[in-house]
């Protein structure tokens, strides 16, 4: 079975909640990435949040905040992660429940090590019918909820 350090990106980009969305969004341009894991403060390493292009664009820019508007206030706070032995399935439940198209993959002491993206899933040997099934639950309407974190995957917040 597949596991979710076979389909990672390793090393990934991060910033902190105190990076502005402006440093953030250069980030994500000059490492052609849609996503960067927000790491804490304190220097340890922890996976706090993930801010997505979509987050700049719809909570700062369509609210008109500043370019120097920290990342702390748009993220998405204690997102859904997985850890390096997590099957292919594991990561396309996350993806499905969670509506997300991108996954912190994190060490036992909740440290990003890696992002599985749905583009991963599509490489890999997940059939087609699995990987149809889950692109269309990530791609159903919110009905202009916000969406909230839901106990999926694994919580690197509880890890000390």
């Known amino acids: 079975m597949i596991q979710a350090k076979e389909l990672m990106s390793p090393n990934p980009t991060c910033c902190t909640p105190e990076t502005s969305i402006r440093?953030?969004?250069r980030l994500m341009r000059e490492h052609d990435c849609g996503c960067l894991p927000v790491q804490d403060a304190e220097g340890t390493g922890r996976v706090v949040?993930?801010?997505?292009?979509?987050d700049i664009a719809t909570r700062a820019v369509a609210e008109g905040r500043t370019?120097?508007?920290?990342?702390?206030e748009v993220m998405s706070a204690d997102p859904s992660c997985c850890r390096p032995e997590d099957s292919a399935k594991d990561v396309e439940r996350i993806m499905a429940e969670r509506q997300v198209r991108r996954v912190p993959v994190v060490d036992e002491a909740g440290c990003c090590i890696g992002m599985v993206a749905q583009a991963d899933l599509a490489r890999s040997n997940v059939s087609a019918q699995d990987l149809a099934r889950t692109v269309e639950k990530i791609s159903q309407p919110s009905g202009g909820k916000p969406r909230r974190e839901s106990q999926v995957g694994v919580q690197p917040k509880a890890w000390h």
Request: proline residues 0%.
């Open 49 to 54: 949040g993930v801010v997505t292009d979509r």
């Open 67 to 72: 370019n120097e508007t920290a990342v702390g």
């Open 23 to 25: 440093e953030a969004a």
